[in-house]
């Protein structure tokens, strides 16, 4: 069974663009997160997607915004870039039909800002 | 709120047992997990115990909750420098929805 696959793995942006980073869960889950990992704050949860609806959302602003489409792939946008998101963004998937199914990761994606 | 502590290092020399231990806030969480990450690589799970257990235990690797204290830890048997790597503890999200809350991560040192 293939595992949690995101691309592209790096990606270098400059301030004030926007960027999109793409997950495929495992085959047969529905749920995505998406997480992001600094030197400073370590892992935080970004959002949390099941079938096609943000069930939750961590203390990001807006500039942060995903979604998810029939097939349970998922995508994360993050508009206007600031130096401050550098970052690896790190994308898990599980069953998410109840019970707290472990959540498996990807490998991220390196997001560079110059 | 949700907060999840753990030590910064641990070092152990090879062929010793490795304890990394862990507490947590959140009496809803229902289930804790340990992931390991090696450098440049994503999260890998090793391990998880639902709250209502004790002990867990899976070839060289043993978990241990203490519900009360809100208190998780992880026993490594035979420490090898495979070994070596970031060890996070993490607690579910309590309600409905899938999500984790980190600790900041345990890096595993291995004296030869």
């Known amino acids: 069974k293939a595992g949690v696959t995101q691309t592209p793995r790096y990606l270098i942006k400059t301030r004030g663009q926007q960027v999109t980073l793409s997950c495929s869960p495992i085959s047969g889950h529905r749920s995505v997160s998406w997480y992001q990992q600094t030197p400073g704050q370590g892992l935080q949860f970004l959002f949390e997607y099941f079938s096609e609806t943000q069930r939750n959302k961590g203390n990001f602003p807006g500039r942060f915004s995903g979604r998810q489409f029939s097939n349970s792939r998922s995508e994360m946008n993050v508009s206007t870039l600031e130096l401050g998101d550098s970052a690896l963004y790190l994308c898990?998937?599980?069953?998410?039909?109840?019970?707290?199914?472990?959540?498996?990761f990807g490998d991220g994606t390196r997001l560079s800002i110059l | 709120g949700e907060d999840v502590e753990q030590s910064l290092f641990l070092s152990v020399r090879e062929g010793d047992s490795s304890v990394i231990n862990c507490t947590y806030t959140d009496s809803s969480s229902t289930y804790l997990y340990w992931y390991k990450q090696e450098p440049g690589a994503g999260l890998q799970l090793l391990t998880y115990?639902?709250?209502?257990?004790d002990m867990k235990q899976d070839q060289r690797l043993t978990v241990l909750l203490n519900k009360k204290d809100k208190h998780l830890s992880l026993r490594i048997a035979d420490t090898q420098t495979g070994d070596s790597a970031i060890y996070f503890c993490?607690?579910?999200f309590g309600g409905g929805a899938d999500g984790l809350t980190f600790g900041k991560g345990t890096h595993l040192i291995i004296q030869p």
């Open positions: 898990a998937s599980s069953p998410g039909g109840g019970g707290k199914q472990p959540q498996h």
């Open positions: 993490a607690e579910s």
């Open positions: 115990i639902f709250s209502n257990m």
